[in-house]
């Protein structure tokens, strides 16, 4: 449970005076739902205000603060603006301008004559100086609360940075003085302030880079910890020792030889399994490396020790389709493979619970459904999690609590990390990396077309089918909206089904019911259709060899991870195959960054290296659907930085600090519930 202690920071953000719910919908949008969500929602940048005694030319384009008095109102006919002319001390005249309307409530707010402390941007207006709706317009008794300097906050519509800014500083109230959890030469090396000081100087000066980095710090250190700790817990476990004798391995009947990449990963999971502490493995591959014949060496080597083996998938379709490939695999090996998904009902779904429950099913292949509480194992000794990053660490121990003995966990990401993610994401685990593609794959070679060409696109596209070839065609994400995606590619599957008919183009979007999607795709598979126009549903793990096209339109929107993974769905026979990334006509620099690499380079951990250049770790750790791992106060440079420092302080703290239990531990345990990243905590208590 969370220490008391934190309670009124993790009140509801209604709990903050003067926030209803009219303000609580915009504060929504930027996820904060509750007080410690706005003490963590550090403002970006600051605004300088000036002080001034007299107007001058040479600020325009400043904000400045300066003493004005009023001396004329001019009201525009209609809803037209509300000018209030007034002067400095020197005489010198500015246009105080309001759109809007309400001349009364201006008139009430810079009365003639009287002089007020007015704040705001100083702009020309032909041959005037003029303030459009000035920030501040106080008494000059009350003129000492106007900051010099004010936070500028990440907003939403319907919210300014200084309500945001007012917001902050109730939020702030709220935190506690806490035990400090940094070990302290580490604290005095780094002239950090303490946690709840740093709090309150990183909202009142943005510029304060000890503050903000003291923030980072202690929620990197959290994370740290808490994988740590998972890891501490997975060790002292006792799990089953699943030894294999190679006789169903001896069986398969390969028709390639495994690269050596395959066979290190093989022989490190085989060790781990062998143990009777619970494996927790991350096995990284790049798109076409290999995972699944690593993956079904495993459960065979858990099914010839007498285990069943469980393989998790993201996806209906990605479930199917990984049944199919390791029934193929399989083929003529006495090993009974069932498939589970969300969509089985009635006696087919009764008969796989029984074939479980009564071990006759060696291995189960599905989505989230093989983990439901009706589904029972006899004897559950392995579970393989793909695409890891869709499933969070609550998931994850669900599915471990299905067996006998806690089951050994192997996850895989066809999702290249670069080394500094993998540690902050995947820390409590072993990782073992695909790091070369099977012989006879060849690289894509992949071109970046402007939108302008699209007709020479679909031209090229219809040569393309009359050679017998298939393709992909990849809709562009519109904003957020599922509705806009589906119109875009709806309206694109129409446009190539009048130029090369109906029958020869199939859609598949997010939307579609998962018979109708699966029928799409096996139609594709099976060469009945030529082209698939689809949003990104196809990015991970589909597999039909003889597509060797793919186009990406509005590439430009797109993420390097993102781009990569759709990339790696051709490529994937003996046929060359072509990339083509249709780009718009105006271009970011990150855009053009990501499409030049794109293009120079197929290896998917080098893309993983530059897109946390390019996009920051917040945003690829963001990946993680479950949202456990985000990271709000710690940016992509400092990650760099302060995670092998965590990391080292982490493991300080657990081998020569006595734990969670000594002085400093305590005080620690407290930042993994503020930081939330509890589960070390509770999977202490558990295991």
């Known amino acids: 449970m969370r220490p008391e202690i934190l309670n009124p920071l993790f009140a509801e953000v209604t709990a903050l005076k003067g926030v209803g719910p009219g303000l609580a919908k915009p504060l929504e949008r930027l996820g904060l739902r509750r007080a410690v969500d706005v003490a963590f929602h550090l403002p970006t940048g600051f605004i300088d205000r000036l002080p001034r005694d007299e107007l001058m030319v040479g600020d325009v384009g400043r904000t400045i603060a300066i003493t004005l008095t009023p001396v004329d109102y001019r009201q525009s006919a209609g809803r037209g603006p509300m000018r209030v002319h007034a002067t400095d001390r020197q005489g010198n005249y500015v246009t105080l301008v309001y759109f809007g309307g309400n001349a009364g409530w201006v008139k009430k707010l810079l009365p003639l004559g009287e002089p007020r402390r007015v704040s705001g941007r100083l702009d020309s207006y032909g041959q005037d100086l003029q303030i459009v709706h000035p920030d501040y317009v106080l008494p000059l008794d009350e003129a000492a609360d106007q900051p010099e300097r004010e936070a500028i906050y990440p907003l939403s519509e319907g919210l300014t940075s200084r309500r945001l800014g007012q917001m902050a500083e109730q939020a702030i109230a709220r935190a506690p003085q806490l035990a400090e959890w940094i070990e302290p030469g580490l604290l005095v090396r780094h002239e950090w302030p303490a946690w709840r000081q740093a709090l309150a100087r990183a909202h009142a000066d943005p510029a304060d880079m000890k503050a903000r980095e003291r923030l980072a710090y202690d929620e990197v250190f959290a994370n740290q910890l808490a994988l740590m700790l998972v890891r501490a817990s997975n060790r002292a476990r006792r799990g089953r020792a699943l030894v294999g004798d190679g006789r169903l391995r001896a069986m398969l009947n390969l028709p390639y030889q495994p690269t050596g990449a395959q066979r290190r990963s093989i022989a490190e999971i085989e060790g781990d399994l062998q143990q009777h502490q619970p494996m927790l493995r991350l096995l990284q591959g790049d798109v076409g490396s290999g995972k699944t014949l690593v993956a079904v060496m495993a459960l065979l080597i858990a099914v010839e020790a007498g285990a069943q083996g469980a393989f998790l998938a993201p996806t209906e379709i990605l479930a199917r389709q990984h049944y199919d490939s390791v029934r193929a695999l399989l083929a003529g090996l006495p090993v009974n493979v069932a498939v589970l998904t969300g969509r089985d009902k009635g006696r087919a779904r009764e008969s796989v619970l029984m074939g479980l429950a009564d071990g006759s099913i060696d291995i189960l292949i599905g989505t989230h459904a093989i983990f439901q509480e009706a589904v029972g194992y006899k004897d559950l000794g392995l579970v393989i999690v793909d695409e890891q990053h869709r499933f969070g660490v609550a998931q994850r121990m669900l599915l471990t609590e299905k067996g006998q003995h806690p089951p050994h966990l192997l996850a895989m990401t066809a999702t290249p990390i670069p080394r500094t993610l993998t540690l902050a994401m995947y820390g409590e685990m072993d990782v073992s990396r695909l790091d070369e593609m099977p012989p006879g794959r060849q690289p894509i070679e992949t071109r970046v077309v402007s939108e302008d060409r699209l007709p020479e696109v679909i031209d090229a596209l219809g040569r393309h089918l009359s050679d017998g070839g298939q393709a992909y065609w990849v809709c562009p ?50 060469a009945r259709t030529g082209v698939l126009v689809a949003t990104t549903v196809i990015e991970v793990g589909v597999d039909v060899p003889n597509a060797t096209l793919i186009v990406i339109e509005a590439a430009d929107r797109f993420g390097l991870a993102q781009l990569h993974q759709l990339r790696g769905r051709v490529g994937r026979g003996s046929g060359k195959s072509n990339c083509l990334l249709i780009r718009g006509n105006t271009l970011s620099e990150t855009a053009r960054a990501r499409l030049a690499l794109m293009r120079e380079t197929n290896d998917g951990f080098r893309i993983a290296e530059e897109d946390l250049r390019l996009r920051g770790a917040g945003e690829l750790l963001g990946t993680r659907q479950s949202g456990e791992m985000r990271f709000r106060l710690a940016s992509e440079e400092q990650l760099n930085t302060l995670l092998p420092i965590a990391n080292d302080d982490a493991r300080l703290l657990i081998d020569r600090d006595g734990g969670l239990d000594g002085p400093r531990g305590q005080a620690a345990r407290v930042a993994l519930y503020l930081f939330e990243r509890e589960a070390g905590v509770a999977l202490l208590r558990s295991g």
């Open 477 to 526: 994400l519109v904003e957020e909206s599922e509705k806009t995606d589906l119109a875009a590619a709806e309206a694109r599957a129409e446009v190539l089904r009048a130029r090369f008919g109906a029958d020869r183009v199939g859609l598949v979007h997010g939307r579609m019911k998962g018979p109708e999607k699966d029928a799409v795709m096996a139609a594709f598979a099976g």
